[in-house]
């Protein structure tokens, strides 16, 4: 029997079937073809971990997509909001404006800083949990992992109850639009969520300057903006923005795919209930084997024209470092399908590196480690209820319903 040929290469991270498990498609991209133009954005993928590490590290490469030459003025006047903010961006600016930003704020973002603000971070989680049954069926989704980390930078930074949804939005809208590629009807969709979402700020800021709070984080911010104009309204507000985008809408599916692998993975969830303190592990690790992304990639501009490899790059043309892809290269590590918490890497670039470290990455850590500790405390019995319901997300493979089985009892829940 002849063996049947295999379907042509394609990458399409929209097909159903690359959404519940893109792996085999993906390993079939690192050895066959892992460098791959990617006509939707006139860019290159690159599949293998050690392309994946090179290019990070490029210098020709930048976040930049305008090159510095600014938004055009037909979207400035259309979306004056969407360009201000991006304008502002942390990967967008200047090296000695990032440098003065950062050294600026890092010192209320780094772990000892953020670790003063736990036991708040606590009692806002244990409250969602709070709304939880003692026994039946969640959906871990929309329960939990949706509900804690906007309340919990909403608590940060004081701003007003009931408003969770707004930002949630603004976060959903500025992460969806940052990719290229994005199709037009859909760019434009976004924007009234990010007009709304900055309207708040604003008013927030207003107040906040009127009526500081001793110990708030948006106090410490405007703080910063207003002694010697060390931070301008815009770099402000730009600022806040990114704080509810990465302290909100990331760390939401962060926690979801966390918690299935380890009911995926009983041994682990084993491991982790045994030892609390492997739960963060459980995230970085989570990251590693089978992260959210949907899309091609972390994506770079080339700042001039070079060639890789033998391709040639193009100055302006995107190029895109799949990590989803590189994390399970056997070239960096032999065993990289397999799930293991207790695994310490010490390589993964989802939160950056040097100047461009994530400034959140401390902050999301520790609240994805306290969520999944009080939700483990709480449910001695949780399992798989039924396979996850994966969304529609342009950039993110989204889980919109993970039902899983709870029980506070000593008996698993029937």
């Not at 399409?12 to 390993?27: I, V, W």
């Not at 460098?35 to 290019?55: H, K, Q």
């Not at 302290?247 to 599916?253: A, E, K, L, M, W």
Request: glycine share 6%; charged share 20%.
């Amino acid at each position: 029997m002849q063996e049947q040929a295999a379907a042509p290469l394609v990458f399409n991270p929209y097909d159903p079937a690359f959404n519940r498990d893109p792996f085999p498609t993906l390993k079939r991209f690192r050895e066959e073809q892992p460098i791959y133009y990617y006509e939707p954005v006139r860019g290159f993928i690159f599949f293998r971990f050690r392309d994946m590490m090179a290019l990070y590290r490029e210098p020709r490469l930048g976040h930049d997509p305008m090159l510095g030459a600014g938004f055009p003025p037909e979207l400035r006047a259309a979306f004056p909001d969407f360009v201000s903010l991006r304008e502002s961006d942390l990967f967008l600016i200047g090296d000695a404006a990032h440098a003065r930003i950062r050294r600026l704020i890092n010192p209320l973002f780094g772990p000892r800083a953020v670790e003063a603000h736990r036991e708040r971070v606590t009692q806002v989680i244990a409250s969602v949990l709070d709304e939880l049954p003692q026994h039946g069926v969640i959906n871990f989704f929309k329960d939990v992992a949706q509900k804690y980390p906007v309340r919990v930078i909403s608590a940060m930074l004081n701003i007003p109850s009931g408003s969770e949804s707004v930002f949630l939005g603004l976060a959903d809208a500025l992460i969806a639009t940052v990719i290229p590629g994005l199709p037009q009807e859909l760019f434009v969709s976004y924007q009234p969520a990010i007009s709304r979402g900055l309207a708040l700020v604003r008013e927030c800021i207003a107040d906040r300057r009127v009526h500081p709070i001793e110990g708030d984080l948006f106090s410490q911010l405007i703080a910063a903006c207003d002694n010697e104009d060390k931070l301008s309204d815009a770099e402000l507000i730009s600022l806040i923005a990114a704080l509810l985008t990465g302290g909100s809408d990331t760390t939401v599916h962060l926690t979801t795919y966390a918690v299935m692998e380890l009911l995926r993975h009983p041994d682990q969830l084993a491991l982790v209930r045994s030892d609390p303190q492997l739960a963060r592990q459980s995230f970085d690790e989570t990251l590693r084997y089978n992260s959210f992304g949907r899309g091609a990639g972390l994506p770079r501009f080339a700042t001039e024209s070079f060639v890789y490899e033998g391709v040639q790059i193009h100055r302006g043309q995107p190029v895109f470092l799949n990590m989803l892809s590189a994390f399970r290269d056997p070239e960096f590590l032999p065993d990289a399908d397999v799930f293991d918490v207790r695994r310490r890497t010490n390589a993964s670039p989802w939160f950056g590196f040097g100047p461009h470290f994530c400034i959140g990455a401390s902050l999301a850590r520790m609240e994805a480690d306290i969520a999944l500790q009080l939700f483990l405390t709480r449910y001695p019995h949780i399992e798989l209820a039924g396979e996850p319901e994966f969304g529609n997300h342009p950039v993110f493979r989204d889980i919109a319903n993970l039902p899983i089985r709870v029980s506070t009892g000593t008996q698993a829940a029937e």
